[in-house]
């Protein structure tokens, strides 16, 4: 019989899993990773993101327009992508691997198939780890350049200085829900059909006869 606690864990995983690549998604997709704002116009401000950059104002909208190229493109934002378009991939790819390994799911009901489906689970708990430690390497790399710079004291006061965006939040988040459903889908992985041992008791029977043979005593081993 399945374990209520194992069913909750793979259930929760899946949707904290779901929410991350939701969240890591979002954060590939928004423009808001690094902010630009300045005293002199205050109803303008700059928004920089993995695939473009926008301007927003107040009266006029907002206005975005893609990097015109890739081999020209800063160093930190081409391995930002590469880094978070990985944790996209590898985060699908567990979740996929987690739903047939379900115990919900009515298939591989063999001693053989519940190792199989112990196996894809414990992978797709890999995979949401690895996906959540990539995420949080590129969201982590941009914050601590945006940090560099705005302490840079080469730059003049006057200049406009770097601030953390909405989209690395949203990131950081990811990173987190990925490592969790990880740890649930691992933990869910714990049976105790698994993990105990079958202890068999052998009943021996054993005469011992005392020297002249008159009594006899039976010991059980």
């Given at each position: 019989?399945?374990?209520?606690?194992?069913?909750?864990?793979?259930?929760?995983?899946?949707?904290?899993?779901?929410?991350?690549?939701?969240?890591?998604?979002?954060?590939?997709?928004?423009?808001?990773?690094?902010?630009?704002?300045?005293?002199?116009?205050?109803?303008?401000?700059?928004?920089?993101?993995?695939?473009?950059?926008?301007?927003?104002?107040?009266?006029?909208?907002?206005?975005?327009?893609?990097?015109?190229?890739?081999?020209?493109?800063?160093?930190?934002?081409?391995?930002?992508?590469?880094?978070?378009?990985?944790?996209?991939?590898?985060?699908?790819l567990g979740l996929l691997?987690?739903?047939?390994?379900?115990?919900?799911?009515?298939?591989?009901?063999?001693?053989?198939?519940?190792?199989?489906?112990?196996?894809?689970?414990?992978?797709?708990?890999?995979?949401?780890?690895?996906?959540?430690?990539?995420?949080?390497?590129?969201?982590?790399?941009?914050?601590?350049?945006?940090?560099?710079?705005?302490?840079?004291?080469?730059?003049?006061?006057?200049?406009?200085?770097?601030?953390?965006?909405?989209?690395?939040?949203?990131?950081?988040?990811?990173?987190?829900?990925?490592?969790?459903?990880?740890?649930?889908?691992?933990?869910?992985?714990?049976?105790?059909?698994?993990?105990?041992?079958?202890?068999?008791?052998?009943?021996?029977?054993?005469?011992?006869?005392?020297?002249?043979?008159?009594?006899?005593?039976?010991?059980?081993?």
């Amino acid at each position: 019989m399945t374990n209520p606690c194992n069913v909750a864990m793979e259930i929760l995983g899946m949707l904290i899993g779901m929410g991350g690549w939701f969240c890591s998604l979002a954060a590939t997709i928004m423009p808001q990773w690094l902010s630009l704002s300045t005293e002199l116009f205050t109803l303008e401000s700059h928004e920089q993101g993995l695939w473009e950059s926008c301007v927003f104002h107040e009266v006029i909208g907002t206005e975005c327009r893609p990097y015109d190229t890739l081999l020209g493109l800063n160093q930190m934002w081409m391995l930002a992508r590469v880094l978070i378009c990985l944790s996209d991939a590898t985060c699908l790819l567990g979740l996929l691997l987690a739903i047939p390994a379900m115990s919900q799911i009515n298939c591989c009901k063999s001693e053989e198939g519940r190792r199989t489906k112990r196996g894809l689970k414990i992978t797709a708990a890999v995979f949401l780890c690895i996906a959540g430690m990539l995420v949080l390497t590129a969201i982590s790399y941009v914050a601590h350049h945006i940090v560099m710079k705005f302490f840079d004291e080469s730059t003049p006061q006057v200049l406009p200085r770097s601030e953390f965006g909405d989209a690395l939040f949203i990131g950081w988040s990811a990173a987190l829900l990925d490592i969790v459903a990880g740890i649930l889908l691992f933990s869910s992985c714990t049976d105790s059909r698994y993990r105990e041992a079958n202890l068999v008791y052998h009943h021996q029977r054993q005469e011992i006869r005392t020297v002249d043979g008159s009594r006899k005593r039976t010991e059980y081993v």
